[in-house]
């Protein structure tokens, strides 16, 4: 048996695993609200109960940073260590991997039916290396190196270099988002479920409007006001919000744009995360494609690229499942 996790600030998926079966067919699978719990081990615990099985390895892609086996999660308060889940669990093989590297590996397991081209001029894929960008509770970016026989995922904390406006209106962001978080503003602190948000109260002011009922009530009610703004942007029942979602997809686009060059994704640009199979209609609107084209010199280069987004919401814990499986047989 083997245990694999995909752990966000949102929610924590958890699934036991039959090496037999493989990773899209778990024995079981649970999704847990991350913030109910203090650690990862209480809800290993309670995934488990005190029947366990025994666990030949182990693998969980977590939204942070792995340094020396180690991570501090980014937007939940919990620590998390290689060496103490091995001995809660009971097994040598142990691996945390960064959330985007779990999904960049997942990547490689998916069927072409479950990944939607956004780029129509592009060539056939080819091996190379390839970017992954997921917004989410935060914005994920990992990549696939290619060395000539196999890839290796890779984590980056991309999502938290400095945002760069390309127009007036962005540059009016830039400043509003200044005002709100000092003089770094990251590219999460936009193509993120929070970021939505953000991006949503600065069209209010540029366009002196107001918060749309609804919204103000998923705000008094404590509820997410993001999911809100996508839904009046998508069904045209607010013009801020569609707007806001507009804005959303350029800039998404031009970041994802960005990773490209950065590592000469020949392979192609893959996105994940929870937002963007929400918001399908407005990122094939044209406007996330021409951003992700406008790279001057190498808008031709930018043309040849697959751009894909994938539809499967397992993509990270396929990706934990595969690396673990891997380690049980090595």
């Known amino acids: 048996m083997y245990l694999a996790g995909d752990i966000g600030g949102t929610k924590t998926v958890i699934g036991l695993f039959d090496p037999k079966r493989g990773s899209r067919d778990p024995i079981r699978e649970e ?40 991570c501090r999660t980014t937007n939940l308060p919990w620590e998390l260590d290689e060496e103490d889940l091995s001995v809660a669990l009971g097994t040598k093989h142990c691996k945390l991997l960064n959330d985007l590297e779990s999904m960049a590996y997942g990547m490689l397991y998916l069927p072409e039916s479950e990944m939607i081209p956004l780029n129509p001029d592009a060539g056939p894929r080819k091996k190379g290396n390839v ?21 290796h995922t ?7 270099t400095d945002f760069a406006p390309q127009d007036v209106v962005e540059n009016d962001l830039l400043r509003f988002l200044i005002g709100r978080f000092g003089n770094h503003v990251s590219y999460e602190r936009i193509l993120s479920g929070p970021g939505l948000f953000n991006v949503y109260s600065f069209m209010i002011e540029r366009l002196c409007g107001s918060l749309h009922p609804k919204v103000a009530q998923a705000l008094a009610e404590g509820e997410d006001p993001s999911a809100i703004v996508s839904e009046l942007g998508l069904s045209n ?48 609107n044209g406007l996330f494609l021409q951003s992700f084209l406008r790279k001057g010199r190498f808008a031709n280069f930018m043309k040849s690229l697959p751009l894909l987004l994938t539809t499967n919401p397992r993509v990270g814990i396929i990706g934990a499942a595969e690396y673990a499986l891997e380690m049980a047989s090595a």
């Open 237 to 284: 029942a607010d013009a801020i919000a569609k707007e806001t979602l507009d804005l959303f997809c350029r800039i998404y686009g031009a970041e994802a744009g960005n990773m490209a060059l950065k590592i000469l994704a020949v392979g192609g640009v893959m996105i994940g995360g929870g937002i963007a199979p929400k918001i399908l209609p407005v990122l094939k």
């Open 31 to 70: 999704v847990f609200p991350s913030r109910n719990f203090g650690s990862l081990e209480q809800i290993l615990d309670r995934f488990l109960g005190s029947d366990r099985p025994k666990i030949d390895a182990a693998a969980f892609g977590v939204a942070g940073p792995i340094i020396g086996g180690s």
């Open 154 to 160: 890779i984590a980056t904390e991309g999502g938290h």
């Open 131 to 151: 970017a992954v960008l997921a917004a989410g509770t935060g914005l994920g970016e990992a990549f696939l190196f290619w060395d000539g026989h196999r890839y």
